[in-house]
């Protein structure tokens, strides 16, 4: 089995078309196939290497890694389309040669009036023939006279052309809706039908998996196949991916392109798992048959994946699914992993200065409060304002904080917890300690005792578990000046701050 992904690098890689490589990918390594990365860059004017690399560089962070492509060769090469120009030039001759395609002299302006009119009579537009009876000398001769004509296939006439749709079924279109086809431009560039042809026969590609929006395009693909004498491959349409409102997934429903969800601090592993479910199911573990699982790793869903059990109902974008995903691979991933990934959010956000080994453990250490609670990686520094961001004037402005400091007896649990403070609270059982002698000398317990002491160390009355906040704090407080970190006030100087603050 041999398959291939062949993206237009005329920008970034849309979450559409990584499901679309993605399930080329699960269907070759569940097969023990070869997947073949093409570069389709025959559009000049849009295609760009800054594109093509971001293409490359979002597929190996998805894990989807290809056996021949641009960056890495293979048997079948060149994998660049511009780079393989001579090899489309001498099948539009032998196409031309053996009668099946011809030269067309039409000025776009004939074609334009001609489209309106099909229009305006209510008929699909389509090419009427004009230049069919051009013989090949006359248009040789026009050739050499300085004009620039396209070259088109010459489409039977009332035939129908059939195929079967690995996730569709069966498929049928009549040849008098489709026109003759422009193979090559006047500029000798290839259309998308024609190279497509000769790139996917000469790569011995085997399956064609793809949207379902080339469907039309099948065709007149089949009729390059027989005209040049080529096996086609089995070809399969998936549905598109879609919005929350049914249309097509685009930038008005948020992040669409994968680096966008790269850069909002999804895990590969996330986005893999949740694409890998529109529009198909893993079903049952063979283990036991009794489960229907979702969360699984890209190589048991390759060793589940079979295409003719993905649907052909439109499938639908859910950004909740994929953030419950995401914190479940975030949960389970090794700390020192989601510290480094996350550290351009510390660092953005100023709460980190260098990227030092210190700094790195000292992230990984505070995890346990923010994993559980974020979706993403860019929302754990927010979750960890309080330990760098502590300003009690500030804090005395929000209202939450003012209505716990207006409760019986919180302004006496804030004036005694000073004092109460007798070393670094670096672990529960000290914190604790602390909390029993503001208690003993106040009189207070339970939230009349907590709340105030959360709102004196942290400036919110909401967060982390003390338990966990007041030992990160402690731990901030004890980093060397060079470990790269923002300066951490400790909880007893945060006391002191706040006492005063409140006279």
Same mark, same amino acid.
């Given at each position: ?256 392109? #994968?680096?966008?969800?790269?850069? =909002? $601090?999804?895990?590969?592993?996330? %986005?893999?798992?949740?694409? &890998?479910?529109? +529009? ?121 904080? #003012?209505?716990?400091?207006?409760? =019986? $007896?919180?302004?006496?649990?804030? %004036?005694?917890?000073?004092? &109460?403070?007798? +070393? ?80």
């Amino acid at each position: 089995m041999r398959v291939r992904f062949a993206p237009s690098p005329t920008g970034q890689l849309h979450v559409g078309n990584a499901r679309t490589a993605l399930f080329n990918w699960l269907l070759a390594h569940g097969h023990d196939g070869t997947l073949i990365l093409r570069i389709e860059d025959t559009d000049a004017e849009r295609s760009t290497r800054e594109s093509e690399t971001g293409i490359l560089e979002d597929l190996r962070w998805l894990g989807l890694h290809w056996d021949e492509g641009p960056d890495m060769g293979g048997p079948h090469g060149p994998y660049r389309q511009s780079e393989r120009l001579h090899l489309y030039a001498s099948y539009a001759n032998e196409l031309i040669g053996g009668g099946h395609a011809y030269y067309c002299f039409c000025a776009p302006a004939k074609l334009e009036g001609d489209r309106r009119a099909d229009l305006a009579a209510g008929r699909p537009p389509k090419y009427h023939g004009t230049c069919r009876g051009v013989s090949l000398d006359e248009a040789r001769a026009r050739i050499d006279g300085g004009e620039r004509p396209v070259v088109r296939f010459r489409v039977p006439e009332s035939t129908d052309i059939s195929f079967t749709d690995l996730v569709r079924g069966e498929v049928t279109f009549s040849t008098d809706v489709i026109g003759d086809p422009v193979l090559v431009r006047s500029d000798g560039r290839p259309q998308y039908n024609f190279a497509v042809v000769v790139d996917d026969a000469l790569m011995d590609v085997t399956h064609v998996i793809r949207g379902e929006d080339h469907i039309s395009n099948t065709p007149r693909q089949l009729l390059l196949y027989r005209a040049l004498g080529f096996t086609p491959p089995q070809f399969a349409h998936l549905s598109l991916v879609m919005g929350p409102d049914h249309t097509p997934l685009s930038k008005r429903h948020g992040a669409t392109s #994968v680096s966008e969800f790269r850069l =909002r $601090g999804y895990l590969p592993e996330a %986005l893999v798992n949740y694409l &890998a479910l529109i +529009g198909w199911s893993p079903g049952a573990s063979a283990d036991d048959p009794g489960t229907n699982e979702e969360l699984l790793p890209i190589g048991e869903l390759a060793r589940r994946f079979a295409i003719e059990d993905v649907g052909h109902a439109a499938g639908i974008f859910d950004v909740e699914k994929l953030a419950w995903m995401n914190r479940h691979y975030m949960k389970v991933a090794a700390p020192g992993r989601i510290a480094a990934e996350s550290m351009r959010y510390f660092i953005a956000r100023g709460y980190v200065r260098r990227r030092t080994d210190e700094a790195l453990e000292f992230v990984a250490s505070l995890l346990p409060m923010a994993v559980g609670s974020v979706d993403r990686l860019e929302e754990i520094p927010e979750r960890l304002q309080f330990l760098f961001e502590f300003d009690a004037a500030i804090a005395l402005q929000q209202t939450d904080v #003012v209505r716990v400091l207006e409760q =019986r $007896g919180a302004r006496e649990v804030v %004036l005694a917890l000073p004092d &109460a403070i007798q +070393g670094p609270l670096l672990d529960k059982e000290s914190f604790r300690a602390a909390a029993t002698r503001v208690r003993e000398v106040t009189g207070t317990k339970g939230k009349a005792l907590f709340h105030p002491i959360r709102v004196a160390l942290t400036g919110s009355d909401g967060g982390p578990e003390l338990d966990l906040a007041v030992p990160a704090i402690e731990r901030g407080a004890a980093l060397t000046p060079n470990g790269g970190v923002k300066k951490i006030a400790g909880c007893k100087e945060r006391a002191q701050l706040f006492a005063k603050a409140i006279g």
